[in-house]
């Protein structure tokens, strides 16, 4: 296996395989129709057909502009002139359209927001437990600049699990 991956060729179950089925196109349609980003489309996520196949996606809240610049992203670096005020009620209504028993949410980074966002990723977690009764919550949170009053924020809405994306070694 290691010879061919040297020769320029990739094992079959390295290869990603385009499917773009009804499901994906559902998925598709919906981030479409609710303007939603999701990871999977903005970060050019290579399993993006196995997962919106599976009705599954990583929404990515507070616009598509990160300010930050990791090297490692395909994300848009810049300065976003504002938030979506109305992002979590849609949100929320495709997690319901989509019947999702389990969401995963992330987000750029906005560091120039007061609490980096915490403040919408708590109210779209009520949202969710409120409008999907029965959908448990996972957030992938940024750091928010180690402000601990966001995370206290983002805590107190109780999402099931609570996860940071690692951008960073500390060097």
């Known amino acids: ?13 390295l290869r990603i395989k385009l499917q773009t089925g009804p499901e994906y196109q559902a998925v598709l349609g919906l981030t479409k129709t609710h ?14 057909y ?16 990160c300010t ?3 090297g490692f992203c395909s ?14 009620r849609r949100v929320a209504e495709a997690i319901k359209t989509m019947g999702l028993k389990y969401a995963v949410i992330t987000s750029v980074n906005r560091d120039e927001l007061p609490l980096g966002g ?28 180690g402000v601990t009053e966001a995370i206290d924020l983002v805590v107190g809405a109780k999402p099931e699990v609570f996860a940071h994306n690692v951008e960073t070694v500390s060097r």
């Open 118 to 145: 915490a403040d919408i990723f708590a109210d779209l977690i009520r949202r969710i437990h409120r409008d999907v009764p029965g959908c448990q919550v996972e957030v992938l949170t940024p750091d928010f600049r």
């Open 35 to 48: 303007k939603l980003n999701t990871v999977c489309e903005d970060a050019r996520c290579p399993n993006i």
């Open 68 to 70: 930050r610049s990791c």
């Open 50 to 65: 196995e997962c919106w196949n599976r009705k599954t996606a990583t929404f990515m809240i507070l616009g598509d502009i």
């Open 1 to 13: 296996p290691q010879s061919a991956i040297r020769n320029g060729k990739r094992p079959d179950w």
């Open 75 to 88: 994300v848009k670096t810049g300065r976003p002139e504002t938030w979506d005020t109305d992002e979590p």
